[in-house]
């Protein structure tokens, strides 16, 4: 005992000079044995002093944003009450911080000790990062990235010299990133080194219940990637849900928009219905082949796990000319295709649709509800066939005698011109109705009048047992159009579509900002709810520019889950008031009459991330 107090006195008097002469200037201490300040220690006390931290007045700043219910709190939960239970009899605190040294609990064993934290504000809520505080073993684990025993002189600052503490990072399992901090303080004279072991020790068993808490499905995906990964020498990715992994290979061969482009593909290969293979061109000019596995978990579709191959790289202006055409090449140089998408899967989808016009073939386009499947059919027909007519045909206005010849159109006929029929949600045809369609579709298809047909299917799946799929022998050519959640690539250009659709001549515009909120929602329902969006917002700002507060509530909410209408009109009230408050969230709760740990809660929970 008398050996480590003599050793902080030497540790105390490097730190006075250190703190007098500054890091370059500061004369060897006497007394001080080489090793008596640990390199991490000295390191940190470098970094506090280039970040300006006063060691006689810092104060660590109150944040009331955090997440108290999330997954490091709840899988840390059981580990701090079997470690205070152990650790009963000495008078110490348990304290959890998220990654950016915010303390998220605190749980102490003695009342003493937790008023003596409480003076320097060791509580929730308040920020310990080493930029604020200085050295200390929360924020100083979180910069040297591993444990430490911090003790009495080896802390920056004044109000911290009374203490120890042991800090240990707390690691997400599968991707590595610090996820928290777990660290025990007490009175330096009550420590012990064995405080570093015990929290590392601890901090592994709820790196471990983070690893359980993992949903069956990442669970399922991980242990599937982690099998291909280790059976492949090429590049590896895996996309499920939040997820998204990749090996050394894959993070070598692709710059990261190229990685967010295979990942995007990837989320379509994983909800089609035929083998998860395929080959695209990105937009760096490499061509690369895909080999996906769907990992289920029961009826459910958990991710993909994908092998990566790059067949070709990005070729020069002459060779590319001479190149035999893909489908993705025809997509980007394609007049009647230029400009409709930017991403590749809006442009494979308009490529394959421009061919089957072009061919006269019968068409299935299927997608989600709101997709824009028939303004997108009807759009490139026009593009492809310029003097064509359209006509479409909702499925409940078709019956077994309203498609005969010549009733169907009263002008069609082989002088009258190019013409395409769109019946639309053929999959909710009545039986009658679609016995009707198919004598009209083999009529057509015996005469020699210039009728194209197309017909959209709304749903991921075809069911075999609904009346229409009889008719699918009818259709020479399928395309799937992509929900908008997977191509926001090209949600500038549909928002602009769409607003131009719906305002004519008026010549209103999409500020930056309410593009930004735009692009960030996940559009459930589509381009159906972005065109409600949109009229929403022109409720409020008929002319000009539309700005970001003009956009309904949900526009703000990244929320994975559905909102009750209770819910729904309290989320609506909190965006509402961000914006009248210009987004401080202080005068937002006042104006509420809220708290502000319950507003940040909201603000979690509804998933508003801007106002």
Not at 103 to 119: A, P, V
Not at 124 to 139: C, D, H, L, S
Not at 410 to 429: C, K, Q, R, W
Not at 524 to 544: C, D, H, T, W, Y
């Amino acid at each position: 005992m008398p050996e480590t107090a003599a050793r902080r006195l030497r540790i105390a008097a490097a730190r006075a000079d250190f703190l007098r002469f500054g890091p370059a200037d500061t004369p060897a201490a006497p007394g001080v044995i080489a090793g008596d300040v640990a390199g991490v220690v000295a390191a940190s006390w470098q970094r506090s002093f280039s970040a300006g931290v006063n060691a006689a007045t810092a104060q660590a700043v109150f944040h009331s944003d955090l997440d108290l219910t999330g997954r490091l709190v709840r899988c840390s939960k059981p580990v701090i009450a079997r470690l205070s239970d152990d650790m009963a009899q000495m008078p110490l605190s348990i304290v959890l911080t998220d990654a950016r040294a915010r303390i998220l609990s605190r749980s102490e064993t003695n009342k003493t000790i937790g008023t003596l934290l409480d003076q320097v504000s060791l509580a929730p809520g308040f920020n310990y990062a080493e930029g604020a505080v200085g050295t200390n073993g929360i924020g100083t684990v979180i910069e040297s990235g591993q444990s430490l025993y911090i003790v009495g002189p080896e802390h920056f600052t004044e109000h911290l010299q009374p203490f120890a503490c042991a800090g240990s990072p707390i690691h997400d399992p599968l991707t590595g990133r610090v996820e928290g901090v777990l660290d025990i303080s007490c009175l330096s004279q009550d420590s012990s080194p064995l405080m570093r072991s015990l929290v590392r020790s601890a901090a592994h068993e709820i790196e471990r219940n983070l690893l359980v808490d993992r949903s069956q499905r990442q669970q399922a995906l991980f242990e599937a990637y982690v099998r291909m990964d280790a059976r492949s020498r090429g590049a590896v990715m895996a996309i499920g849900g939040t997820m998204v992994m990749g090996n050394a290979v894959a993070q070598s061969l692709f710059e990261p928009a190229e990685q967010w482009a295979i990942h995007e593909h990837g989320r379509y290969l994983a909800m089609g219905r035929g083998a998860p293979v395929d080959q695209i061109e990105l937009l760096s000019g490499k061509v690369v082949h895909i080999r996906g596995t769907r990992v289920g978990v029961g009826d459910n579709v958990a991710g993909i796990v994908m092998i990566v191959d790059i067949v070709s790289e990005a070729a020069a202006a002459p060779a590319r000319a001479a190149a035999p055409v893909t489908s993705i090449d025809a997509a980007v140089e394609d007049p009647a295709v230029d400009g409709v998408d930017r991403s590749l899967l809006g442009k494979r989808t308009a490529t394959a649709i421009v061919d089957a016009l072009r061919q006269r073939k019968t068409l299935l386009v299927m997608g989600e509800s709101g997709s824009g499947k028939l303004s997108l059919i009807v759009d490139l027909y026009h593009r492809v066939v310029p003097a064509g007519r359209s006509r479409v045909w909702a499925a409940e206005d078709v019956t077994a005698n309203t498609l005969t010849f010549p009733a169907a159109d009263a002008g069609l006929h082989a002088e009258s011109g190019p013409m395409l029929y769109v019946f639309t949600n053929i999959d909710h045809l009545t039986a009658e109705a679609a016995e009707g369609l198919d004598r009209f579709l083999v009529a057509l298809a015996a005469s020699r009048w210039p009728v194209t047909v197309a017909a959209t299917v709304t749903g991921p799946t075809l069911d075999p047992g609904l009346p229409f799929a009889e008719l699918l022998a009818r259709f020479d050519a399928s395309v799937t159009v992509a929900p908008l959640r997977h191509r926001l690539d090209d949600l500038p250009q549909i928002a602009t579509r769409v607003l131009a659709t719906l305002t004519g001549p008026r010549g209103v515009t999409i500020g930056a900002a309410a593009m930004r909120v735009l692009c960030r929602y996940t559009w459930p329902r589509n381009i159906r709810q972005l065109e409600e969006a949109l009229e929403s917002a022109l409720v409020k700002r008929p002319v000009g520019e539309i700005q970001s507060e003009d956009l309904p509530g949900y526009c703000h909410s990244g929320a994975r889950r559905l909102l009750s209408p209770m819910e729904a009109g309290e989320r609506d009230l909190i965006v509402n008031a961000l914006h009248e408050a210009d987004g401080n969230r202080v005068l937002t709760a006042q104006a509420l009459g809220i708290a502000r740990s319950s507003l940040y809660r909201k603000l979690k929970s509804f998933g508003i991330t801007a106002a």
